[in-house]
């Protein structure tokens, strides 16, 4: 498990390591995917270290939701809000999960198959 000190997206928050920046709120930040998955593929993250979905917790309640708002921000601000978008977030090896910073996916921009591969 990485410590916070070298952990990429904590240091993306930190301005340490370049990103697209799309979309910030007081405890998000929203950049594109270094791989797009999609014509629109935007990792929203919370500012502090949080390891991943099974971490949160009920202290984390309005983390969530502001997590969710940013999501939404980004999917109007990338027109993919009412054709629908796809928010995911990957807990674990058999998820695929590589990056041990809480991050949500927003994809969409494409018909995105179901249940996905
Ligand atoms: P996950 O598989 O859910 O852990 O997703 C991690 C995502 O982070 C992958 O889609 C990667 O392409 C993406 N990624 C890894 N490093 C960076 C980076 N420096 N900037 C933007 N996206 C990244
Ligand atoms: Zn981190």
């Known amino acids: ?66 997590l969710a708002v940013t999501a939404r921000e980004v999917a109007e601000a990338e027109g993919v809000r009412d054709r629908g978008y796809r928010l995911v977030l990957n807990v674990g090896d058999d998820a695929g999960n590589t990056v041990p910073h809480l991050h949500l996916h927003v994809l969409g921009g494409r018909r995105l198959e179901w249940p996905p591969g």
């Open 1 to 66: 498990m990485a410590e916070v000190g070298d952990c990429i997206f904590c240091r993306i928050v930190a301005g340490e390591l370049p990103a697209e920046v799309v979309a910030r709120s007081p405890h998000t930040l929203a950049f594109r995917d270094l791989d797009p998955q999609a014509p629109t593929h935007v990792l929203v993250v919370p500012t502090e270290h949080v390891a991943d979905a099974a971490a949160l917790g009920p202290e984390h309640a309005a983390l969530l939701a502001e």
